[in-house]
């Protein structure tokens, strides 16, 4: 399994495994290290897709929801994809969701873990604090329900990013732009089997929004993970996999 980044065309992604399309789009602070466990169960089996989402290199202008699916649509065009099964979490999940609406024909499934879209609380409060490394450590925390799974090197990762003004600015102006695009009337229009994944501590995106995904999205099915906050693929990989798993399997047999 090959989990080195490529670069093609302007695109950096990561392509893993040979088999059903699996395209992984992480969220607003999102790195490699949020789909580890994901990559390594799943490039098993199917073909494992991440582009790195240009948050942080966009023109401020463009750095948006919309502008981000737009990147997506390019990049699923440059790699001639289709039939896909678009896994999101946080910021991913609302860029999953628009794409999907755009283009029905490309996707084949959805699954949503902690997806923006409805409601979010996107940082805790308040966005980052530029140089201030406890206060970075205490929003990344913030994210798990085990302090714990917020790493050194995650805290690390995410302090270097907001050490950069233009980085925040972009961070401000997608986190507000998903804030204004809600998206109650618009998923409602959504056919494709959706699979929401959610952690029952998760205070970014609580329960009750998972609950409304679920009422307004006609072919969808809930799953909780108990002691588990925004990022269920990290903070319970076993668990994520296997509910995945079992919606893949069963979407199979229906098909």
Not at 42 to 56: A, C, D, G, T
Request: charged residues 20%.
């Amino acid at each position: 399994m090959s989990t080195q980044f490529q670069n093609k065309n302007g695109f950096k992604y990561i392509d893993a495994g040979t088999g059903d399309v699996m395209l992984l789009l992480h969220g607003l602070f999102g790195a490699l290290s949020n789909w580890t466990e994901v990559i390594s169960y799943f490039s098993r089996n199917n073909r494992v897709i991440i582009p790195m989402l240009p948050i942080y290199e966009m023109p401020v202008r463009s750095a948006s929801v919309d502008g981000l699916v737009d990147y997506v649509e390019k990049f699923v065009d440059m790699m001639n994809l289709n039939d896909l099964c678009i896994l999101g979490n946080s910021l991913g999940g609302h860029v999953g969701l628009v794409y999907t609406l755009r283009n029905p024909k490309k996707v084949r499934s959805l699954v949503l873990t902690g997806s923006s879209g409805l409601f979010e609380n996107s940082t805790g409060g308040s966005y980052p604090k530029r140089g201030n490394y406890e206060f970075i450590k205490q929003r990344v925390e913030y994210t798990f329900y085990d302090p714990k799974t917020a790493t050194k090197e995650l805290v690390d990762e995410v302090y270097e990013i907001t050490g950069s003004i233009s980085k925040c600015l972009n961070i401000v102006q997608i986190a507000k732009s998903a804030q204004r695009h809600n998206m109650a009337k618009d998923i409602q229009k959504i056919e494709v089997p959706t699979l929401l994944v959610w952690g029952l501590n998760d205070t970014i995106t609580p329960p009750h929004v998972a609950h409304e995904f679920d009422k307004l999205m006609p072919n969808a099915e809930l799953k909780f993970i108990d002691k588990c906050g925004h990022a269920p693929m990290m903070e319970h990989p076993t668990i994520f996999n296997k509910y995945v798993t079992e919606f893949l399997e069963k979407i199979k047999v229906t098909a």
